[in-house]
């Protein structure tokens, strides 16, 4: 089992960096912390039963989920950036 899940290793990493990334643009946007915690564990428990159930059918499809998978992380993560940049240059005024 361990083998059949090391191509998504990367991408579990940096999905786990980028859900923190999204828990922090949820409280910077004042969002109801009960609410998000409830969202974020639906989120989790859908990705674990998609993981569990639908491994041996994306084992295929490793390469091609990898890099859609980063290129979302790294979308999202540029987002964040971008939307932090007007705060940050209040910051320095």
């Given at each position: 089992?361990?083998?059949e899940l090391k191509p998504f290793l990367p991408l579990l990493?940096?999905?786990n960096i980028e859900n923190?990334?999204?828990a922090?643009?949820?409280v910077d946007a004042h969002v109801d912390p009960l609410g998000l915690a409830i969202l974020?564990?639906?989120a989790?428990?859908?990705w674990i039963l998609i993981g569990t159930f639908g491994t041996r059918i994306a084992m295929k499809y490793a390469r091609y989920i990898n890099f859609i998978g980063g290129l979302a992380i790294f979308?999202?993560?540029v987002?964040?950036?971008i939307g932090a940049i007007p705060g940050m240059l209040a910051f320095f005024h």
């Open positions: 089992m361990e083998q990493i940096f999905g923190l990334i999204l922090a643009q949820g974020s564990l639906i989790v428990v859908c979308i999202l993560g987002q964040a950036m």
